[in-house]
C-alpha cells in the first residue's frame, strides 16, 4: 500500500529523498518517512511420508490446483502461519518445516515465504475453504500447477534438493 496521507496525524504526505531508498513518503508534521507497506503470506508444498506433495482445489478458484497458503497474522512467526494453515486447511499435523524461499507476488503487494513441510494424519476437506485435495509425486505436481505460479516456483525448489540429497 502506498501512503498518500500520514497514518499518524493525517497530514498530506510530500515525498522526500531519504538515503539510497530514493524518494519516500515524508511527513512534515512528524518528521517521518512512511514506507510502502504489504502482506505477507506463507505458501508451504505440504508433503506425506511417501514424499508425495498435496494439491488442493480451493472454493474460490476451482479451476485450477495449489499449495496450502494463507496470510501471517499479526504477532505470528511465518512457520507458526504455516503450521496453522496446514491444520486449518487439511487438518494434518507438521512433524518437519523448513524454508525455501521468497517471493514477491501481485506487483508488490505481497511477499510470499515458501515453505517445505511434513505432515501426518488424516487429510480432510471440510473446512470451507477447500473443495478437494490430492497427494501426488513432486513431477506430476510441477505438471499441474499454473506455469510460473510461485506454487510451482517452490514446488520445483523442494523436487529439485530432493534431487541433489538422492543421486541414483
Not at 510530500?14 to 515524508?26: F, M
Not at 478458484?61 to 495449489?66: L, S
Request: net charge negative.
Amino acid at each position: 500500500m502506498r501512503h498518500t496521507y500520514c497514518p499518524d496525524c493525517g497530514a498530506k504526505l510530500a515525498e522526500r529523498p531519504v538515503g539510497d531508498e530514493g524518494l519516500v513518503p515524508w511527513c512534515r508534521n512528524c518528521g517521518r518517512p512512511w514506507f510502502d507497506s504489504f502482506s505477507t503470506c506463507i505458501i508451504t508444498a505440504v508433503m506425506n511420508d511417501r514424499g508425495e506433495v498435496l494439491l488442493q482445489r480451493e472454493t474460490r478458484r476451482p479451476e485450477r490446483e495449489v499449495l496450502v497458503a494463507g496470510y501471517i497474522k499479526p504477532g505470528e512467526s511465518a512457520e507458526d502461519a504455516a503450521r496453522r494453515e496446514i491444520a486449518e486447511e487439511t487438518g494434518l499435523t507438521v512433524t518437519a518445516l523448513r524454508y525455501v524461499a521468497s517471493y514477491p507476488h501481485m506487483n508488490g503487494d505481497m511477499l510470499m515465504l515458501g515453505y517445505a513441510a511434513t505432515a501426518e494424519g488424516e487429510n480432510r476437506t471440510d473446512s470451507g475453504e477447500i473443495l478437494s485435495a490430492r497427494w501426488t509425486t513432486l513431477d506430476e505436481a510441477v505438471a499441474a500447477l499454473r506455469e510460473g505460479s510461485i506454487a510451482q516456483q517452490v514446488v520445483r525448489k523442494v523436487r529439485d534438493a530432493q534431487d541433489t540429497h538422492n543421486p541414483e
